[in-house]
Every structure is written in C-alpha cells, then in structure tokens.
C-alpha cells in the first residue's frame, strides 16, 4: 500500500470512529459504498480523487484533513539525518527541525555558523518574529538601524518583517537556535 493511501485509510477510519460512525452512515452521507469504504480502511483499494472528495464533503472535513499525515504524539529528531541549507559557501548551515504547519504558526531551526559565516534574509511577511538564542560563540544580528551583538546564553527577539541579516563576528563555531513565528491574524 502506498504511503498516501495508508494515510488515507488511517484518517478516514480515525474520523469514522471520533464520530461513532459506522461503515453503513458513512456509505449513506458520502455516497460511497460500504464495501468500497471497507477496503479502504483495509488499504486494498486504491481510491480515486473523487472518491476522496466524496468522502471528504460527506463528512464535512477538507481534502487535505484526510489526505495529511496526522500529527505523531512525539518526534524525535536528530541533527546527523537533517540535510542543512548552506548559504555563505558552506560557511552558513541551517538544518530545518520542525517545519511549518497548519496546526502551529511557528518552524525551529538550528543554525552552524563557521567564523565570519554572513546571510543577508529578505523581510518575511508582516507580523513575523524571530527569537534567537545563541548556545556557543556569539552573533551580531542587523535590522533596521540596530546593530546588536548576541553571547553564548544570551537570546534575542526581532520583528523578522524587514530585512535582516546575521554575521558571526568571532574566531569560533557559533551554534544558535532559530524560532520564527507568522502571524496569521487572516
């Protein structure tokens, strides 16, 4: 079975059951068959796009609430399986740990920057912040007309909605974490 039709089969059988629906109410809102609906839940059958969107609207629920890998109770993520993003030749590595999505406005990276690494980043959209906190060596963060030099321990919020740009000013590795929040008031 295929990982989206396994997914598929998963969120269709969990809303089934949060709403104590049996196979025969879901047939009868969604217009899909009993059996049809069974093999999918079983993963032996391969569904059409209308079909999921028979099933979708059936069940008042969006495409994408079925089609989404649900959200796991706990992930734990390593740094060595991560490939970073590299700015700066190399210099600049930023490895993606949690991603944006829908059910939270925020992502976390952590950031490596070699002595000297520099990224200039373009405004993200209005009402964005970054929080920083360096954990080794120290980074100077520009924005607008400030210019401020953050230390290991030391941590810094920002309005990230203009440009912006870090520099590492030492002769050592600076390690930071990076949460960057939307504001998502539409």
């Known amino acids: 079975m295929s990982e ?3 997914t598929f089969a998963q969120n269709l059988k969990l809303f089934r059951e949060k709403r104590n629906l049996s ?3 879901v047939s009868a809102l969604t217009g899909v068959s009993k059996s049809v609906l069974a093999q999918i839940e079983k993963g032996t059958a391969n569904p059409t796009i209308n079909t999921v969107w028979k099933i979708a609207n059936g069940l008042k629920i969006s495409f994408t609430e079925l089609m989404a890998a649900p959200e796991e109770e706990y992930k734990i993520v390593r740094q060595n399986d991560i490939q970073p993003l590299l700015e700066d030749d190399g210099k600049y590595r930023n490895f993606p740990i949690f991603l944006f999505a829908d059910s939270r406005n925020f992502e976390v990276y952590t950031i490596e920057l070699e002595p000297g690494a520099f990224l200039a980043a373009d405004p993200h959209p209005i009402g964005t912040e970054e929080f920083i906190t360096v954990f080794s060596g120290s980074l100077q963060v520009t924005f607008n007309t400030h210019e401020l030099t953050i230390s290991e321990k030391e941590s810094l919020q920002f309005k990230a909605d203009q440009k912006h740009s870090y ?3 030492s002769q050592e590795l600076t390690v930071i974490n990076m949460i960057i ?5 539409d």
């Open 4 to 6: 989206i039709n396994q």
């Open 23 to 25: 196979l025969d109410n």
């Open 167 to 169: 520099k590492n000013p």
């Open 181 to 185: 929040w939307y504001d998502k008031k």
